[in-house]
T-cell receptor
Framework: DTGVSQDPRHKITKRGQNVTFRCDPISEHNRLYWYRQTLGQGPEFLTYFQNEAQLEKSRLLSDRFSAERPKGSFSTLEIQRTEQGDSAMYLC??????????FGPGTRLTVL | KNEVEQSPQNLTAQEGEFITINCSYSVGISALHWLQQHPGGGIVSLFMLSSGKKKHGRLIATINIQEKHSSLHITASHPRDSAVYICASTGGNQFYFGTGTSLTVIP
């Protein structure tokens, strides 16, 4: 599989629980992005990695959110103490220079 | 912040019609992207362009840098083209997304 993959595709959790999502970018893509998309809206930027370095974070990313890319390959996005407002599609995208941007299928989170 | 505006927000067309979706952005960019999202599905990148015109099958994307405007055209539309089409600009390290155009093509 040469595309961006995300796991899980769907997650239902109770308010207050912690959740973790994983993104596997295209091999050798050095940039990795996390976005959040709520119903009826366009995606919103959350954070961005250049290799293993987290270079930019949106103010949307509260202290309950943390993202890592420990070896510059896959990335994880963790949400602690989930709230109903966290319900959204979480999208990962990877980029490599002139090759353009490739989006993963997303993880749909539902917080009950 | 680079604001991206799309029009129309919703579009219904008969199968076979020529479709145009417009996108305007407010500041200089490095690239303009057209993305497609089917209901409940992930996002697929259709085009990335910084000048001129690109064509892929029945899809054509154009950009006018001076006017800060881009268009996505679909020729001979088909019901499987029904999706949300999102325009996004990159002027740095991140995308700035439009709210999308929901297209429904009726057989």
């Amino acid at each position: 599989d040469t595309g961006v993959s995300q796991d899980p595709r769907h997650k239902i959790t109770k308010r207050g629980q912690n959740v973790t999502f994983r993104c596997d970018p295209i091999s050798e893509h050095n940039r990795l992005y996390w976005y959040r998309q709520t119903l009826g809206q366009g995606p919103e930027f959350l954070t961005y990695f250049q290799n293993e370095a987290q270079l930019e974070k949106s103010r949307l990313l509260s202290d309950r959110f943390s993202a890592e890319r420990p070896k510059g390959s896959f990335s994880t996005l963790e949400i602690q103490r989930t709230e109903q407002g966290d319900s959204a599609m979480y999208l990962c995208a990877s980029r490599s220079g002139l090759a353009g941007d490739f989006f993963g299928p997303g993880t749909r989170l539902t917080v009950l | 912040k680079n604001e991206v505006e799309q029009s129309p927000q919703n579009l219904t067309a008969q199968e076979g019609e020529f479709i145009t979706i417009n996108c305007s952005y407010s500041v200089g960019i490095s690239a303009l992207h057209w993305l497609q999202q089917h209901p409940g599905g992930g996002i697929v990148s259709l085009f990335m362009l910084s000048s001129g015109k690109k064509k892929h099958g029945r899809l054509i994307a154009t950009i006018n840098i001076q006017e800060k405007h881009s268009s996505l055209h679909i020729t001979a539309s088909h019901p499987r083209d029904s999706a949300v089409y999102i325009c996004a600009s990159t002027g740095g390290n991140q995308f700035y997304f439009g709210t999308g155009t929901s297209l429904t093509v009726i057989p």
